[in-house]
């Protein structure tokens, strides 16, 4: 397996634009998370699906930060508009439903909000 | 409330020599406990965990954890580091995975 995928590695857009992250998580895994990581706050939790579903949204920092998630093998985190406090690494994670708690994590997506 | 701190933002040691990377955390029940490791450019990628039973866990390339209640620490130890161990290390808690914690991180830098 490939591993989670995420696109695109790094972004530079201008404040007010509209910007997609997009996440392949590891066929057959159940759960699906969103993370933003900055020198100031660390790792946080945005939110996290269980089979699609959306399940916890609480860190998802205001109303211009959504996520969606078709199907099993897809997901996106979308800002708009964009905000230069917006610019982090963007992890996205996935697991299996197992005893394990193992999480999966892609390479990230830099952004950039200037 | 919930938290992890990791007091040691910036460590620097030189190969051959131990080191203890440092976790405290805050927790209103029994915790799930990990330790992932963040390579330049890369993801994390876990290191160890503990859940319950021996509260020393054996992790990978010589490392080990110690899970101390009384504490509320978790630190993770090694021996002789390795120039290859130069990365960043992120002590995390929660009940499960789907709710982790992360602290701020703790870079490692190790002297040849």
């Known amino acids: 397996d490939a591993g989670v995928i995420q696109s695109p590695r790094h972004e530079v857009t201008e404040m007010g634009q509209e910007v997609t992250l997009r996440c392949k998580p590891i066929?057959?895994?159940?759960?699906l998370f969103w993370y933003r990581q900055t020198m100031m706050r660390g790792l946080e939790l945005l939110i996290y699906?269980?089979?699609?579903?959306?399940?916890?949204d609480s860190g998802m920092p205001e109303d211009r930060f959504s996520a969606k998630m078709p199907n099993a093998s897809f997901s996106t985190l979308k800002i708009q508009p964009s905000e230069p406090r917006d610019s982090a690494v963007y992890f996205c994670?996935?697991?299996?439903?197992?005893?394990?708690?193992?999480?999966?994590f892609g390479s990230g997506t830099q952004l950039s909000v200037l | 409330a919930q938290s992890v701190t990791q007091p040691d933002i910036h460590i620097t040691v030189s190969e051959g020599a131990s080191l203890e990377l440092r976790c405290n955390y805050s927790?209103?029940?029994?915790?799930?406990l990990f330790w992932y490791v963040q390579s330049p450019g890369q993801g994390l990628q876990l290191l160890l965990k503990?859940?319950?039973?021996?509260?020393l866990v054996q992790g990978i390339k010589g490392f080990e954890a110690e899970f101390k209640r009384s504490q509320s620490s978790f630190n993770r130890r090694k021996p002789s580091v390795h120039g290859s161990d130069a990365a960043e290390y992120f002590c995390?808690?929660?009940?499960?995975?789907?709710?982790?914690?992360f602290g701020t991180g703790t870079r490692l830098t190790v002297i040849p």
């Open positions: 994670a996935s697991r299996s439903d197992t005893w394990d708690e193992k999480l999966f």
């Open positions: 066929s057959g895994h159940d759960y």
């Open positions: 699906f269980n089979n699609n579903v959306p399940i916890d």
């Open positions: 927790y209103g029940a029994t915790p799930y």
């Open positions: 503990y859940f319950s039973g021996d509260t």
């Open positions: 995390a808690v929660g009940s499960g995975a789907n709710n982790l914690f």
